[in-house]
Each structure stands twice: as C-alpha cells, then as structure tokens.
C-alpha cells in the first residue's frame, strides 16, 4: 500500500519562510511526478502550487513563481516545498499529490493525495 504523509505547516510571519516536506512509503512502486497544491480559506478547489517530474523538470503556479522552490530526492522518495517571502494569501491547507504505479500490477498511473498540512501566516 502506498501512501503520502506531509509535514512541516506550522505558523510564519509575513516575510518569512518555511519549507515543507512529503515522503511516499511502499514498496515496488514507481513515481512519475510529484506535486503541491493548496486550498485556500474557504474555497473549494485546490490551487496548483508546484510540480516535479521524475526527471526534474519543475513548474510552478502564477501567485508563487520567484518565491517558491520544489525539490524531490528520488532515493529517499520525498520532495520538498520550500516557501521564502511568503504573505497571508499563502495561508492554506498544503496537499502533496504523487502519480504512482506498481509495475507487478498495473500500468496505469494512479492519482494519490497526502492528509494535508496547515501553513498560516499571520502576524
């Protein structure tokens, strides 16, 4: 079984920074991508935050690009969100999401979510 753990949410100031992380246990399983998203204070949906590909490629929303770095280590099977100058908009509940497979059982690649991790700014 695989699964997606967050960690890392807490409470920062305007101005500051704070990097989360997201770790994928399991066994015999492959990763394609690897993701952040956030859904806001009173919204539905879950806004687009960053991206990374098994092979490195990186994508980042509108509202965070020059200010948040996505990174992932593929040994360790973690990726990182590390978040500078960060303002209350940034206030949300941070999803990591994984595209993963188990090659033994199936071929397509199964959409996974993490529980969620609180980050609020506030000062």
């Known amino acids: 079984q695989v699964q997606l753990v967050e960690s890392g949410g807490g409470l920062v100031q305007p101005g500051g920074s704070l990097k989360l992380s997201c770790v994928i246990s399991?066994?015999?399983?492959?990763?394609?991508?690897m993701a952040w998203l956030r859904q806001r204070p009173g919204k539905r949906e879950r806004d687009f935050v960053a991206l990374i590909t098994s092979d490195g490629r990186t994508n980042y929303g509108d509202s965070v690009k020059g200010r948040f770095a996505i990174s992932g280590d593929n040994a360790k099977k973690m990726v990182y969100l590390e978040m500078n100058n960060m303002t209350p908009e940034d206030t949300a509940v941070y999803y990591c999401?994984?595209?993963?497979?188990?090659?033994?059982?199936?071929?397509?690649?199964?959409?996974?979510w993490g529980q969620g991790t609180q980050v609020t700014v506030s000062s």
């Open positions: 999401n994984a595209q993963v497979r188990r090659p033994a059982f199936e071929t397509a690649w199964q959409n996974l």
């Open positions: 399991g066994t015999d399983f492959e990763i394609n991508a």
